[in-house]
């Protein structure tokens, strides 16, 4: 089986792991209506099933907090496990695996092992794609003050700058802001959350249009509501004389609100849209050679991901910021 590897990026608690859940989620639903499937494995169904559960019924206690704790890895990264996707035809078997990478962001803290740094470093490495997963009120309150300290965008840069070596394949990165239900309210802070994650990443925007760099990689903007009815309220500080130690809040939109996700799918039909345009370059792509082979005999499974990929959205807080010759 042809696979291809995805990381979910990200410091601890902006939200790596409640995305893949909410694309989990949506696989089903959205890929439904084409004669396409993505089917995950046993055991990765079984525990984004329960970190579905526990998502749904977050809209209960989430002014309470506490509830789903963070990804932990008991045993060492080693023992992380990749949450693995079969793509194909219904009724078939699948042609591509897609492996899923999520880690604990601690990964990315002063108290890392360089075991984990190294862990992350290859998981990058090895990547065809990464979605950074962005946490949206500490981008755009107080004027991002909380930025650099929650999303630690400097460190990402400099993550992407060691691993992004001569390079000799395309890479997809996906910027996906969440818990951004407040700032999509509307047309003006949706393209206002859309300008801010420009500004907030714009160190490593830069060190994307280096002139190495920038034939490989395609970026795009794609913020997720992965619960819908919850919005960003408030924050506080355990320290509030020093504005130290601060705790988002949320509440519900209404007090009867439903899990209602908006464009989980959206990173989704990216990469797939990606993936397609590799294969039908015809190339071999360093390690990734097997895409020339992949959909050959398979038009059929090609044109049903072509649609799925047509549903990409490019406007409003979406936005292609680069290498839009690699989605076409
Ligand atoms: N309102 C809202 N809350 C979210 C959203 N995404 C994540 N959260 C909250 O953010 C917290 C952290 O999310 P996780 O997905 O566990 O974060 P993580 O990046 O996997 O964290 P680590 O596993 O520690 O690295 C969860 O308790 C959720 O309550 C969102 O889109 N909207
Ligand atoms: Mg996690």
Redesign the pocket.
Known sequence: MQEVQVTML??????????LT?MYEQFESNIGSTDLQLTPDEDSAAILQDRLVELKS?LDT?EA?G?????EAVAGPESLRSFVFGLGKKGETPSLEIHFR?????YHGSRASSEEKKFVKELLQESVAVLI?IDSPALMEEKGRLHEQINRPQQIKNLFTSVYQDLDSPKLVIFAP????KYLKNKKSSKELLKRVKEGYAGLMDFFDAEKINPWIVSVVTP????GS???SRIEYEDRQNKKNPHLH?RKVRHDAEYSPQDSEQPLRYLLRFLLKLHLENKSWGMFNFFRNWLKVDNHLKTAIQQFAQGCKTSGQFAILKGEQWLK
């Open positions: 990200g410091p601890s608690g902006v939200g790596k792991t409640t995305l909410a977050l989430f907090r509830g789903i704790g963070g990804t999520d880690y604990p962001g601690g997963a969440v818990k951004c239900e997720v509501q992965t619960v919850v919005v960003f949320f």
